[in-house]
């Protein structure tokens, strides 16, 4: 069975960083693209970031570029996301999916960004 | 504001088809396939519909989807009262160079 873990997660004060992970199982994470979507409180889904499966393309939404990165670690089938100088406006649920299409997607961890 | 365009609402009784519209341009629904995501409340989205017009094992058939030109469209027929959730088609953008979402419909059963 896929399963897509989510962590790192919670309060961090404007200006501030925190790192997602994101612990794959069911599945050999090299054989993939990943992607990271949020959701802000009460809003749409927005795509932030992909990565190849052996991560030599990267794609950022131009909100977060140059202050969030994408990485992997396909020996520990584990996805990450390294975000820096977080903004209130990047509160919101942060979903690891698998593919470009996101056909599996994780529960999600909440990062609140507020002083 | 997204670069897809979707109603922000639509409704229907158990039994209808209910249809939601996806609007777009060349850069991204002209030329690249559509997927659409069901998220229940309090929930993770779900892949619905890939590639248009595809449905993931396990999906109902009640669900179909098409594309033609910049638009796409997501169906539902034999309404459920399971089927209350958010719709989001969603494809990739050349210009933008990323995954772009709709802004979401909500479907209620009436």
């Known amino acids: 069975e896929v399963q897509l873990v989510e962590s790192g997660g919670g309060l961090v004060q404007p200006g501030g960083s925190l790192r997602l992970s994101c612990a794959a199982s069911?599945?050999?994470?090299?054989?993939?693209?990943m992607s990271w979507v949020r959701q802000a409180p009460g809003k749409g889904l927005e795509w932030v970031a992909n990565?190849?499966?052996?991560?030599?393309?990267?794609y950022y939404v131009d909100s977060v570029k140059g202050r969030f990165t994408i990485s992997r670690d396909n020996a520990k089938n584990s996805l990450y996301l390294q975000m820096n100088s977080l903004r209130a406006e990047d509160t919101a649920v942060y979903y690891c999916?698998?593919?470009?299409?996101?056909?599996?997607w994780g529960q999600g961890t909440l990062v609140t960004v507020s002083s | 504001q997204s670069v897809l365009t979707q109603p922000p609402s639509a409704s229907g009784t158990p039994g209808q088809r209910v249809t939601i519209s996806c609007s777009g341009s060349?850069?991204?629904?002209?030329?690249?396939?559509v997927n659409w995501y069901q998220q229940l409340p309090g929930t993770a989205p779900k892949l619905l519909i890939y590639?248009?017009?595809q449905r993931p094992s396990g999906v109902p058939d009640r669900f179909s989807g098409s594309k033609s030109g910049t638009s796409a469209s997501l169906a539902i027929s034999g309404l459920q009262s399971e089927d209350e959730a958010d719709y989001y088609c969603a494809t990739w953008d050349g210009s933008l160079n990323g995954y772009v979402f709709g802004a979401g419909t909500k479907v209620t059963v009436l």
């Open positions: 999916a698998r593919g470009v299409i996101t056909d599996q």
């Open positions: 590639d248009n017009s």
């Open positions: 069911g599945f050999s994470l090299s054989g993939y693209w």
């Open positions: 060349s850069s991204n629904i002209g030329s690249d396939t």
């Open positions: 990565i190849k499966g052996d991560g030599s393309e990267k």
